[in-house]
């Protein structure tokens, strides 16, 4: 009898734990009035929705309005805003006319490096709208 209490909890743990695992996602649109690049992406002006998923730390993804997808990935975390910004937004860097996906930024939360031009450059900030969270 002990030993079905004990393997009865113990699967209890596991499945919470395993739930717990999963992640969440986040999603956001942003209309982008100028072409860009993304990774290895050069994308036009337009509606686009960037999404964060736990489950892959490393990528962000952005569906473009003609329902393309493209990964890209996140280099390192940045700090979060002192006191945090409860905005979303993403961040271009602008050399000339050429615009690059620099930072991705959620409300209250660090934000996401995804590369960006070294020297020379001034950034574009475009707001977001939250979609809210996505269940896994």
């Given at each position: 009898m002990t030993r079905q209490v004990v393997g009865v909890v113990v699967g209890i743990l596991l499945i919470i734990a395993v739930g717990g695992i999963q992640g969440y996602a986040q999603e956001v649109t942003a209309r982008i009035p100028f072409g860009f690049r993304a990774g290895d992406a050069v994308l036009t002006a337009g509606t686009y929705t960037v999404s964060y998923d736990e489950s892959r730390p490393r990528v962000l993804t952005i569906r473009g309005p003609d329902g393309s997808s493209h990964d890209?990935?996140?280099?390192?975390?940045?700090?979060?805003?002192?006191?945090?910004?409860?905005?979303?937004?993403?961040?271009?860097?602008?050399?000339?006319?050429?615009?690059?996906?620099?930072?991705?930024?959620?409300?209250?939360?660090?934000?996401?490096?995804l590369g960006g031009e070294p020297l020379g450059h001034e950034h574009a900030i475009v707001k977001a709208t939250m979609q809210g969270a996505v269940p896994p």
């Open positions: 890209v990935r996140i280099i390192t975390r940045l700090a979060q805003k002192d006191p945090p910004s409860l905005d979303t937004y993403l961040v271009f860097d602008k050399v000339r006319d050429v615009y690059s996906l620099s930072e991705f930024w959620l409300p209250a939360m660090d934000g996401f490096f």
